[in-house]
């Protein structure tokens, strides 16, 4: 059965069959979000860079080619968009719905002389570029600066080896898997054959099956010489966007590579811990953990899990970005909610606020020394004094609100970088391309759907170097729920109270968007129960 689906200014004609054979040509209604969001990180991406992005719907296969058009129809000038499949069928329906929104499909012709990175041949705004082509094929012979791939019926880890050949230096990789639920908590062998690694079902179970995907992808990309910074990681209906930065050279592989580790893991109350790096054998590694189920109990309690990333999986500076720019764009209101809680999660506005009152605190002291040396002249220090008052409108922003709507409008403002202007070579100031009223920020899809301008006249691109070795918020791994917690002679709080009531005692606590009924937080759980003890 086939209907006219209109989603985000894009109008397709989809097939509805639920047969097998046709299963992975049909419209998906759940991953709306997840479409929003790969629309909203390459606008955010176009305005950091400020010059064309070339663009690669691997699979049109998965939604009728809808990724592609909403990416081609949402910067019509900024990206050039290829949409790719194997089957001549599937190709037949981008075609045609490519003239249904009023774009010129156009066969892309893969040369095998050709040299991949070099560039192509021109696209205009009203055109799109369609290639008969398997995925893993046109990745190995063609170089593409922003990736969406989302494998349905088939693992992801099929596709990073030839995805991780060719994606050049600061690429964006956006990686959809729908095999989570199924395969990592029903099907432990599956999951140590395609990634390698060893799970098995827990309260976190979604998290970790997010960080044994960008672990396995991290490994992939070192075998190129690359490595990966995670911009962040959604799961929406059971399915998982993760987008990637990756880094070009031995020192981003090597970085990335220490950031997998293996986890311990207790049966008995769910504590975790992550073992250091060391290649030495560690002697009680049951001392990692922070909980004396070990010693109260017979037997052996931990288990082993991964290897898994450990590092973060939230950048908050993206996504503040992304809050702006959905603002712009008057994207959903569930994005807008999934982004805010995605800030909250990454505990960046907790570590900006952090920043602001260490900085304060030291132009404090050094005008009070200042002051200090110069009190013989009052002249001076009544200049000096001045000064000092006027340093004093820093802001701070509150956390204590745990809602998931604090941080929409006071956040995307706060960026330390969002304003930030950068040099040039020639030593000249270049404005953000965030910031810029050139037909960068023109080309988005305004409220009324309309656009002032055909083709590209902004600045010329300047080569944007991006800050790899910034240190993260610190945001702590995995998540507790609160319905499994065995807390005897007492009565657990509710989620917002028991945030509240962390943040209260010094420790950073959040909800997350991978378990509603969760919180993200540092303490222990010997620490929840002694807090949640006294309180109640």
């Avoid at 010489?225 to 990681?233: F, Q, R, S």
């Avoid at 031995?250 to 811990?273: D, V």
């Avoid at 001045?386 to 403002?413: E, G, M, P, Q, Y």
Wanted: glycine letters at 4%; one cysteine or more.
């Amino acid at each position: 059965m086939e209907e006219i689906i209109h989603e985000l200014n894009v109008n397709i004609l989809a097939n509805g069959s639920d047969t097998l054979e046709n299963k992975s040509k049909t419209y998906n209604a759940k991953m709306s979000t997840i479409r929003e969001a790969v629309l909203c990180t390459l606008v955010v991406e176009s305005k950091m860079r400020g010059k064309p992005i070339s663009c690669l719907d691997a699979l049109g296969a998965t939604g009728q080619g809808i990724v592609g058009l909403q990416l081609k129809k949402g910067l019509p000038i900024l990206a050039k968009v290829v949409i790719a499949d194997r089957d001549s069928e599937t190709v037949d329906m981008i075609r045609a719905n490519c003239v249904r929104n009023d774009l010129t499909p156009k066969d892309l012709m893969l040369d095998f002389s050709r040299t991949p990175g070099d560039p192509r041949e021109d696209q205009r705004p009203q055109e799109m570029h369609v290639c008969h082509c398997a995925a893993d094929v046109l990745l190995r012979m063609e170089a593409f600066e922003f990736i969406f791939l989302s494998p349905y019926g088939n693992y992801l880890c099929t596709y990073l080896d030839s995805l991780f050949s060719r994606i050049p230096n600061n690429g964006i990789a956006c990686l959809v898997s729908a095999d989570i639920s199924p395969l990592f908590a029903r099907s432990a062998p599956s999951v140590l054959r395609q990634y390698g690694a060893h799970v098995m079902k827990t309260d976190y179970m979604k998290e970790m099956s997010a960080r044994v995907v960008i672990a396995a992808a991290a490994r992939c990309a070192s075998r190129y010489n690359k490595g990966i910074e995670v911009l962040y990681t959604v799961c929406s209906n059971d399915y998982f966007l993760i987008v990637l930065r990756v880094g070009r050279g031995q020192k981003h592989a090597n970085t990335s590579l220490n950031q997998i580790a293996y986890l311990l893991h207790c049966q008995m109350c769910e504590e975790r811990a992550f073992y250091p790096e060391t290649h030495t054998p560690i002697e009680e590694p049951y001392k990692l953990l922070q909980c004396d189920c070990y010693a109260n109990t017979p037997g052996k309690t931990g288990v082993v899990l991964g290897p898994m990333w450990k590092g973060e999986i939230f950048n908050g500076e993206f996504i503040q970005r992304m809050i702006k720019t959905s603002e712009e764009m008057s994207l959903s209101l569930g994005l807008k909610r999934l982004l805010a809680l995605l800030l909250q999660e990454s505990f960046f506005v907790d570590l900006h606020a952090e920043n602001v009152v260490q900085e304060k605190n030291e132009k404090d002291s050094e005008q009070s020394c200042e002051i200090s040396e110069f009190s013989s002249k009052p002249e001076e220090s009544s200049l000096h004094a001045s000064s000092s008052s006027s340093n004093d409108h820093s802001t701070l922003i509150d956390n204590t609100n745990c809602r998931s709507d604090v941080h929409t409008n006071k956040s995307a403002s706060q960026s330390p970088s969002a304003n930030e202007e950068r040099q040039s070579e020639s030593g000249e100031p270049v404005k953000s391309a965030m910031d810029s009223d050139t037909c960068t920020s023109q080309s988005l899809i305004p409220a009324n759907g309309k656009r002032s301008c055909d083709k590209w006249e902004g600045p010329q691109a300047k080569r944007i170097k991006y800050n790899w070795t910034q240190s993260g918020s610190g945001a702590p791994c995995f998540y507790h729920n609160l319905h499994r917690m065995k807390f005897k002679a007492t009565q657990l709080p509710k989620s917002d109270k028991l945030v509240l009531l962390l943040r209260k005692h010094g420790f950073k606590a959040s909800r997350t968007h991978f378990d509603q009924y969760s919180i993200r937080t540092n303490a222990t759980l010997n620490q929840m129960y002694r807090i949640i003890k006294a309180v109640v």
